[in-house]
Antibody
Framework: EVQLVESGGGLVQPGGSLRLSCAAS????????MHWVRQATGKGLEWVSA???????YYPGSVKGRFTISRENAKNSLYLQMNSLRAGDTAVYYC???????????WGQGTMVTVSS | SYELTQPPSVSVSPGQTARITCSGD??????AYWYQQKPGQAPVLVIY???ERPSGIPERFSGSSSGTTVTLTISGVQAEDEADYYC?????????FGGGTKLTVL
């Protein structure tokens, strides 16, 4: 079964850091671009970062310079290092597999990140 | 990056047809994708490349495109179709989602 399982969420103070992990199974992880997408409670979806099979990375302006996406193919794992966290970063963070070069076909169940003092 | 605009809500009775629109200036040049999200669950891809349906998605889900607007159509709406629906596209700066439309089945 194709599956993505996120972990690492929790409560962190403003200005703090957190590292999210995503464990992939059921497919050849190294062959796929991967993404992080977040969703604040009651709000819409927001793409957060992407990493290509060659390790190239992409970010929207809202997180560029603060978040770092990485992957470890030998462990079938995706990561998101989040620094200088703000209240506005509070959200459920989903790991997602790239589809068609433009979209997402497999999603994890999400991990909650709360930034609050 | 550009914006995708969806109506906040659409309501239909069971068995009727629901149409959810998504507008964006880049849509004539970029494909659109649609996701269904039920409360407490991750999104599910229901339409890709404007009008293609992934395996396992019921035939009542269809998509179309005309100019700067794409439309998700759900024919013969069922109670289980009540959910939030998001359109999504991409440009050189990344992936973009619409604000989402809550479909209510009356």
């Amino acid at each position: 079964e194709v599956q993505l399982v996120e972990s690492g969420g929790g409560l962190v103070q403003p200005g703090g850091s957190l590292r999210l992990s995503c464990a992939a199974s059921g497919f050849t992880f190294s062959s796929y671009d991967m993404h992080w997408v977040r969703q604040a409670t009651g709000k819409g979806l927001e793409w957060v970062s992407a990493i290509g099979t060659a390790g190239d990375t992409y970010y929207p302006g809202s997180v560029k310079g603060r978040f770092t996406i990485s992957r470890e193919n030998a462990k079938n794992s995706l990561y998101l290092q989040m620094n200088s966290l703000r209240a506005g970063d509070t959200a459920v963070y989903y790991c997602a597999r790239d589809f068609d070069g433009w979209a997402f076909d497999i999603w994890g169940q999400g991990t909650m990140v709360t930034v609050s003092s | 990056s550009y914006e995708l605009t969806q109506p906040p809500s659409v309501s239909v009775s069971p068995g009727q047809t629901a149409r959810i629109t998504c507008s964006g200036d880049a849509l004539p040049k970029q494909y659109a994708y649609w996701y269904q999200q039920k409360p407490g669950q991750a999104p599910v891809l229901v339409i890709y490349k404007d009008s293609e349906r992934p395996s396992g998605i019921p035939e009542r889900f269809s998509g179309s495109s005309s100019g700067t607007t794409v439309t998700l159509t759900i024919s013969g709406v069922q109670a289980e179709d009540e959910a939030d629906y998001y359109c999504q596209s991409a440009d050189s700066s990344g992936r973009v989602f619409g604000g989402g439309t809550k479909l209510t089945v009356l």
